[in-house]
Structure formats: structure tokens, C-alpha cells
């Protein structure tokens, strides 16, 4: 269970709210495995009254304006093609194995209506990375549009097998939802810092500036997550995969 955002309007902070909105949180969870993203200056509370542990992984947010101009080269990779996907084709089950492969889900957390949904979605655009030759799933990428903020789109999930083959995918986001005569966009970006190039595409590939850094916390774990980091390149939630 991901225990989300909560807060208190500032001329009410001090008063324990925010410490009651919490425990509520805490009270329905029970004793099932939680997970919180942690600011820097809450981090140590959540572990000293709460009893959290800290997993040393960080979600690292980056945004920014990005320039269509910057990106008339293209990544160079004859071998990757960037394409569509419909739940009925056969890269819909490819794709299913592929994210099993990188998150190792259990046995019985079946994401395939999940990835339906996402399809169905009319905020939502998402790229599929195939090996030209084979239609081996390298990569899968996913953004949505902003409801909040205007021209602004959230990034992730981005997977990949390779740095190239998610630049790839982003270029091909980036020539679909940037009009030629608009010029740029607003990405947000969340990176993982336990795979190091994807704070190198954050930051020189896209151009991004860092806007914060969370630790990933867990209280009542079961086991460690078994994910395969160095694939993960932006997530919303990593405890969901998306």
C-alpha cells in the first residue's frame, strides 16, 4: 500500500493536523506492507515516531522546458523501431512478460488490465520499443497529459533495455505532442537515482532541472522489491510500476 500526499493549509500547520490526517492513514493500512516517498526534512521522523525503514532508493523529479529544435537529430539506432500498441496484438502479451521481467510482480498480480486501461486512456500516449528484426520488446514508454498545468505532460512509465532505446521512445513523444509552430513543451520526470543513467537523460538528454528527491520508505516489508533498477528510467510510483 502507497501511502500518498497529504498536507495542511499553511495558517493551520502547528496544530497536529497533519500528524492526525497520518495516523488515520496508518490505522487503515494495519499491518499491511506501506510505502511513503519521503522529503528530506520528514525523512527521520517517519523512521523515529513511525518506525519506517529507509530503503537508500530515491525518486528524484526533474522538469522542464523541452525544444522541439533540440531534437531534429535523432537518436542514431536503425535496429530499434518506435511504434503504437493494441491490446490485440501479439506485442500486447510481449509487453506484459517484458514489465514481469523488470518489476518481478507475483504470481498472482496480473497487470494486464491495468496496461488496457492505459491504452483506453485519451490522456494517456504510449510507445512501444521493438528489436526491428525480431519484434523483441526493448523498451515501453508512457506519458500523460498534466490536468493541473498547462502544456505539460508527466513522464512514465519509461522502460528500457538501453539509455538509446529510451531516448528513442521520448523522441517520438516529443515530435507527436510538440506542434512544430509551439516549439516546446514542459516535461516532469521522475528519476530513479539507483539507475544513474536516468538521471543522465533527465538532466542532458532532456535538459531538465532538478526539482526535488524523495527517499522511498517501507514499514511492515515482507521481502525486498526485487526490481531491475538499471531498466527503470521514470516512474510516478515505483510500488506500481507506473
Known amino acids: 500500500m502507497l ?12 496544530m497536529g493536523i497533519g500528524v492526525l ?3 488515520k ?3 487503515f493500512a494495519g499491518n499491511r506492507n506501506i510505502s511513503l516517498y519521503a522529503v528530506s526534512d520528514m525523512r527521520q521522523k517517519y523512521i523515529d515516531r513511525y518506525h519506517f525503514i529507509g530503503s537508500g532508493i530515491s525518486m528524484v523529479s526533474f522538469s522542464g522546458a523541452v525544444n522541439r529544435l533540440a531534437f531534429d537529430k535523432p537518436t542514431l539506432d536503425s535496429k530499434i523501431k518506435i511504434t503504437t500498441i493494441e491490446k490485440k496484438q501479439q506485442v500486447f502479451k510481449d509487453l506484459i512478460r517484458f514489465d514481469n521481467e523488470i518489476f518481478n510482480w507475483p504470481n498472482n498480480f496480473n497487470r494486464e488490465k491495468l496496461f488496457e486501461n492505459a491504452l483506453k486512456e485519451p490522456n494517456y500516449y504510449s510507445k512501444i520499443a521493438l528489436l526491428e528484426s525480431t519484434n523483441q520488446v526493448l ?5 500523460r497529459k498534466n490536468e493541473n498545468l498547462e502544456n505539460t505532460f508527466n513522464c512514465g512509465p519509461i522502460l528500457g533495455k538501453t539509455p538509446e532505446t529510451c531516448q528513442k521512445i521520448l523522441e517520438s513523444f516529443i515530435d507527436e505532442l510538440i506542434p512544430s509552430d509551439q516549439g516546446q513543451t ?6 530513479i537515482d539507483a539507475n544513474e543513467q536516468s538521471l543522465v537523460l533527465a538532466r542532458e538528454f532532456l535538459g531538465l532541472s532538478l526539482t526535488g528527491k524523495c527517499e522511498i ?4 516489508p515482507v521481502s525486498e522489491p ?6 527503470i528510467y521514470s516512474v510516478f510510483s515505483l510500488d506500481f510500476g507506473l
Open 217 to 220: 520508505l517501507h514499514k511492515n
Open 139 to 143: 523498451g515501453f514508454g508512457c506519458v
Open 21 to 23: 490526517l497520518f495516523q
Open 226 to 231: 526485487q526490481y531491475q533498477y538499471q531498466y
Open 25 to 27: 492513514c496508518l490505522e
Open 3 to 14: 501511502t500518498g500526499l497529504y498536507g495542511v493549509l499553511p495558517k493551520y500547520r502547528g
Open 186 to 191: 514542459h516535461l516532469i520526470f521522475n528519476a
